[in-house]
């Protein structure tokens, strides 16, 4: 017999600002978290704008020296702060109970593996000092944010691209649904660095222009940064704590393309496969889905192969049900995506408000689903897909459920 | 509950091709040579596609080549093996390094136009995992998890979860790494810095390789015919913080044993190639007792050097082969531990020796 998975806490910051208020608010406006990047010289590219988090605030670290994390870090710090406050949960819950961390991210502490690999290159390796990478390699931020938090254990670090947060809240549900233990701490990350950067430059995957997932004329994907964390835990236990949840993960399914490193099936059919598990996993038939937040990229192959996906899994609900991808409003957040987006449709099925695919003007033949254009309340809104692919040809998606539908 | 069998094991290594190469050249050999580096070879000896994978990172390389004899050594033709049925799981600590380094040596020498794509798409962690789900055309759950050393009994955990739950019939297990300069020497420097500050007792040289394991439960590989070589009856993973690494490995190796057999048993032990080893075998006597008899210590270290997120499935290859040749009559206890004190313990036993 499965437990029910119930969200407690959720964690947030994107290029819309730190928390899910800020982000909400933002989101429904259907406003820009793009910006020009000050992080480093975009003199010699193409794109010069990203999803940067502006002003990131320090984190308040206890145990961990500041001087030695990552941005990743901080990133992670302030999510897990948000979404533990808002849980209620404190150390004394996994004192007796040992949590499940499971987070995904791409590159993890690039930015101090940069750092320690330029002063390599250009002053020699004899002054590259060993604290720069300290917070470098991907599972060093996990372990250090456990570390500063008291969690015991070792983290579940997924690197599966584009779908690694997806698969971190996956991993986790299951867990819990099974009884392996009865809190998690499960999401994804990646802050916005120049390797990042020039790599998907180097594959002409950024759009110099507005990113417009869905369009006819889109021209690629905007890269964001940020963090997402969702607490989940038994549905009974949290009742039983009188926790408030947020809402609930009813469904996971995973599968692989097997078909490009970079480049996602055309023919969407594997895609579709993970779409279905979810589903089937959730029991529920695909009349019942009422949003979908897209995975939604903006370059060519990316979206229309979700679109074949979609036309697959769902038949011909594909074309009724409401969908938007909101990268076209905080960029791509690789790791991050799939927590962040997780996150998004949960305050979704809250709110009661579908959240707009931004810049979407130009309908595409090839891409006929009925997209957001701008925020619509939504009178039904119980249930909702979100969608993670990646390179490496991985897919997730995940089936959430409103507070009070089973009612 | 149904035992996990490893049906299959694929091994690439400083010392050899192979599981067979491997067990002789561990048992009978005395590696004199310290560098810890794969020679150079051909794809194509042991993947019939290999011609799409021509240009990946050594990473890669070594890991295809692991997974087509694992997959062949469990009896697969390696068309067969894939489907929606099938996962694969790899760990990795540092992965395709070499082609990260070389992207943003360009990028910092030569400025974004000069940068290759190849080399940042090849570069990603999950790359190996991706072009293996290629190779075998394998649709099912496909993971990268990026860990210190005890990462390869974090793929194992995640194979036995998908296996257990009924998702997939047969998951490959594979942990792959590549030697690279930068990473060596920032170890070097962290060597030296701990040194400095504590007396740390060990520095163990990088080291490079893959190795691969096909898993099933024991039902189902006794279903397609198939004898194990060994089953994996335990494991356990933690973390021990300064100074508690002896105990703190003691607790997490009576854990592995608990699910199914008696530590006492255990006749052989691998301990680990990466910091804090030492600390860690202490930590085994401790979990033993002084009444048991001293375990037989198979280390790998003087052949492969510390191949990172690569060694702990090497460490489980070692001992289900050497349990199936019955050089060791099992169980096996391999031990591996990481920089930040993470710890993990796998229990490899006979397929009979597991308790009812």
Redesign the interface.
Known sequence: MYRRVAITGMGILTGHGVGKAVNWEKTIAGESGIRPITLFDTAGYRTKTAGQVADLPAASWRRIRPSRVDRASTLLYHALSEALQESGLSDAAWRESPPIVALGTTLGGMTSGERYHEIFVRKGPSLARPSCVVDHLAHSQPLHLMEEFSMPGIPWVFSNACASGANAIGYAFRAIRAGQADVAFCGGYDPLCEFVFAGFHSLQALTPELCRPFDKNRSGLAIGEGAGILVLEGWDRAAGRGARILGEIIGYGESNDAFHLTRPDPDGKVAALAVRQALEDAGCAPEVVDYVNAHGTGTPFNDASETAALSLALGSRAKEVPVSSTKSMIGHLLGGAGAVEGILTVLTLREKWLPPNANYETPDPDCGLRIVRKAEQASRLTVALSNSFGFGGANAALVFQAVGADA | MDPLAVSGIGIVCPGAFGREEWVRAFTTGHPEERVYRVPDFALEAYLPNARSFRRVAGATKFGLAAMALAVTDAGFSPGAF?G?RAG?IVGI??GAVNY??Q???T???E???G???LH???S????P???G??A?????????????E??GA?AID?AA?LLR?GLVDRCLVVGTEEWNE?VA??YA??DR?ARRRAGSDDAPPLGEGAAALVLELESTAAFRGTTPYAVISGWS???CFAGRMEEGTAGIVRRAFSEALHLAEADHVLPPTGRFRRAAMRGVVLARGERTNPPNWLDLLPFVGNPAGSTHLLQVATSASLISTGTVGGPGLALATGV?G?VSAVVVSRADAVRA
């Open positions: 894939g929606e694969l600590t540092h990260s380094v992207f943003h040596r990028l910092l020498l400025g974004a136009l940068a290759s794509p940042f798409s090849e990603v962690p999950n790359a995992a991706g072009n789900a290629i075998f055309q394998i649709h099912g759950p496909v993971h990268t998890l990026i860990g210190e005890p990462v974090q995640c979860d739950r930068v020497h920032a420097q962290i810095a993973l933690g973390r930040e993470t």
